[in-house]
């Protein structure tokens, strides 16, 4: 059973800075594509950034980049993502996923991701 954990969040200014992490059980780690998504009260949860098995392939939704940057250490079993320049809109709670399928690229649609973690909460005030 795989099982993800995000940890990392935190209540911060705007204008600050965190640095997520999601770290996953399992031996097959490199074998998949992971994904961050966010989730507000009352909203669908909102895809944010995906990274390829190998890190090469990334994807970004609008609002964060030039903001956020997601990253992989395979060695570790673990996806980062920094978050730079935040804003209050960035208020959610992030949650990692892995790619249900072994050795398939990274997509946007958060459908395409399981094994949610329990989350972790992003605050950021004005």
């Known amino acids: 059973q795989v099982q993800l954990v995000e940890s990392g969040g935190g209540l911060v200014q705007a204008g600050g800075s965190l640095r997520l992490s999601c770290a996953a059980s399992?031996?097959?780690?490199?074998?998949?594509?992971m994904a961050w998504v966010r989730q507000t009260l009352g909203k669908e949860r909102e895809f944010v950034s995906a990274?390829?098995?190998?890190?090469?392939?990334?994807n970004y939704v609008d609002s964060v980049k030039g903001r956020f940057t997601i990253s992989r250490d395979n060695a570790k079993n673990t996806v980062y993502l920094q978050m730079n320049s935040l804003k209050p809109e960035d208020t959610a709670v992030y949650y990692c996923?892995?790619?249900?399928?072994?050795?398939?690229?990274?997509?946007?649609?958060?459908?395409?991701?399981?094994?949610w973690g329990q989350g972790t909460q992003v605050t950021v005030s004005s």
């Open positions: 399992g031996r097959t780690f490199e074998n998949y594509a």
């Open positions: 996923g892995r790619r249900k399928l072994e050795w398939a690229r990274e997509t946007k649609n958060p459908g395409d991701y399981d094994y």
């Open positions: 990274i390829s098995r190998t890190g090469l392939g990334i």
